[in-house]
């Protein structure tokens, strides 16, 4: 592989599995920083009630700095931040419902300086404000409820083409 190793220029892989009955932990590369984008691969098994795709602070009892909680049952995607125990109050708007029963979905989180913005399957979604200070932000928490395949972690600022040229010396 070419790439470097460090914080701003690392582009990480990684494969998840296919099971939809157990939650899955990562911890993400250097935590979060301003320009990360976590792509989330998936697929959402007819009948699937509810799932959740989490950024916390810590494996389990921490912080959870953005609950993004498909509700395919009730075509709503629930967001919220669980912040020193409490949860805050929950935002439903958004301009569509992406994660239909039986469908693949590809979801894009970008953190930027006051919010988590969000596409899924290449469109626009929603933007979730930083309630705390996002640094903090250490794992990636997929829940049980949906098929995931792959967990990408890439920062948008980096040229990938001179990195790759760079390192590779080609």
């Not at 099971?19 to 590369?29: A, E, N, Q």
């Not at 903090?136 to 098929?147: H, T």
């Amino acid at each position: 592989r070419c790439v470097s190793g460090k914080r701003e220029e690392a582009m990480r892989i990684r494969e998840v599995g296919e099971r939809k009955d157990t939650d899955k932990v990562y911890w993400i590369p250097g935590g979060l920083f301003l320009g990360l984008q976590i792509i989330v691969r998936g697929r959402v098994p007819w009948g699937t009630k509810q799932f959740a795709i989490n950024i916390s602070d810590k494996k389990e009892d921490g912080d959870i700095l953005l609950h993004l909680n498909p509700r395919p049952s009730e075509g709503i995607c629930v967001r919220n931040a669980l912040i020193g125990g409490n949860w805050g109050d929950e935002e439903k708007w958004q301009p569509y419902f992406p994660f239909p029963n039986g469908k693949y979905f590809t979801l894009m989180i970008e953190v930027t300086n006051d919010a988590f913005r969000t596409m899924v399957n290449g469109k626009p979604f929603v933007n979730f404000s930083h309630r705390t200070d996002f640094r903090k932000g250490k794992f990636l928490v997929l829940r049980e409820g949906a098929v995931y395949y792959d967990v990408i972690y890439q920062n948008r600022h980096v040229n990938f083409i001179s990195l790759f040229l760079y390192y590779c010396k080609l």
